[in-house]
């Protein structure tokens, strides 16, 4: 290929880059700057059994859809057992990485708010509690917030295929975990 040829082809290649590079940066700012994925289940228990145990991360692996990807995870807890400040740490393999999860905001009976960090990056998690016939239902919700970050933007686009079937995996178990223990 003559240089003339090589140089217009080089030419076209990166003017090709830039332009997908424009369209990545430019449609992620398009997109929306955060997410919320959220599931939800009642249990026939009464909002009070329900928040005993979400309020605590004493029983978080039991009902966890996390627990089971990495058995070998070590898991820390600090700050008080339930409640505001309760907050637990893990550290595990590829599937579940590390991070901690605090809980930041308690109201009896009705919500707790979870401030989420996985490897650096935040995100908020609630459990929303409301009766519904002789059980509650539990709303489980997650919230990130993306900026101005285009790949953060196109990435949030999948969290709802990429933790959806976690969180119904997990308030499955969280179901069958407290209607299977009439004392709980």
């Known amino acids: 290929m003559p240089r003339r040829q090589r140089m217009k082809f080089i030419r076209w290649v990166l003017a090709a880059i830039a332009v997908l590079g424009v369209v990545f940066v430019a449609g992620g700012l398009l997109l929306p700057s955060t997410t919320h994925v959220e599931r939800s289940v009642v249990i026939e228990r009464s ?29 820390t807890f600090e700050g008080p057992a339930r409640g505001v400040g309760a907050r637990m740490r893990w550290v595990g393999n590829r599937a579940v990485g590390s991070g901690s999860q605090e809980i930041t905001a308690s109201e009896p009976h009705r919500r707790i708010a979870v401030a989420l960090d996985f490897d650096g990056s935040q995100a908020q998690a609630s459990y929303l509690l409301a009766p519904e016939g002789q059980g509650t239902r539990v709303t ?37 975990l407290l209607e299977q223990n009439p004392q709980d």
């Open 47 to 75: 909002p009070a059994q329900v928040f005993a145990t979400l309020d605590s991360f004493e029983r978080f692996n039991a009902w966890s859809p996390w627990a089971e990807y990495d058995p070998q995870a070590t898991y």
């Open 140 to 176: 489980w919700a997650f919230d990130s917030a993306h900026g101005f970050n285009p790949f953060k933007r196109w990435l949030g686009l999948l969290f709802d295929r990429m933790i959806g079937a976690d969180y119904e995996k997990g308030l499955a178990k969280l179901k069958a």
